[in-house]
């Protein structure tokens, strides 16, 4: 069974999907390690040339989005109440 490799449009989306839920995340040091993290791995499978690793890459950076989003939701019920130091804006 072949499996179509996504195109360069649709790595693009999933990414700017997956830095976008990162954002929702409430806690300072989970949203930039979300953030790092979704970087990192593009990064480490940009090399990636064959089609049906692209193609597994891909399918799991869908999956990595859908646990996203449902630990955002969970997290911004139990949000901090107070902002990080990386967050409160100097005088």
């Known amino acids: ?8 449009p649709e790595v693009i989306s999933l990414m700017r999907s997956l830095l976008r839920t990162a954002a929702k ?9 979300t953030r790092r993290r979704v970087i990192d791995a593009f990064r480490e499978n940009r090399a990636i040339t064959d089609a049906s690793s692209i193609a597994v890459a891909f399918a799991e950076g869908k999956s990595q989005l859908e646990v996203a989003k449902r630990q955002a939701v969970v997290y911004s019920l139990y949000a901090p109440k107070i902002k ?3 967050e409160i804006e100097s005088l």
């Open 1 to 8: 069974m072949a499996t179509m490799a996504p195109s360069m």
């Open 25 to 33: 995340f409430p806690d300072y040091n989970i949203r930039e390690y």
């Open 84 to 86: 990080s130091v990386m």
